[in-house]
């Protein structure tokens, strides 16, 4: 059985750089952080792939993936912190950098792994 996860995808114009520190944000979000400590919750950084598995043209994502018996509830709660997250990530870095951010895309995907 596929654990469930939520993909993180950061379009076309987005730095590594960006990609690292949007990585390193949600590793900080205090639910998130829990979830990893307690060892229930991986977070990766990939290019990114289309729906079909084919490799996206310079678009990269990062994967969280819920590990073990892990409810809706759960995934609901990760899905909200995730997007919370990312906006959070979005309004700091137009503070500390000039341009706007890249577009960036929260997906949920009950089947991943």
Known sequence: MANPAIRVRLKQGASESD??????????????????T???????????TE????????????????IGAAGSTVFVEVLAQVKSGVRAWQDN????EHGEPPEVEVIPDRDAR
């Open 19 to 36: 990609v690292g520190a949007l990585k390193a944000w949600l590793e900080r979000e205090h639910r998130l952080e829990q979830l990893r």
């Open 38 to 48: 307690n060892g229930d919750l991986e977070i990766k950084q990939r290019a990114g």
């Open 51 to 66: 729906e079909h598995g084919a490799p996206m043209s310079a678009a990269w994502e990062i994967l969280l993936v819920l």
């Open 93 to 96: 870095r137009r503070s500390v």
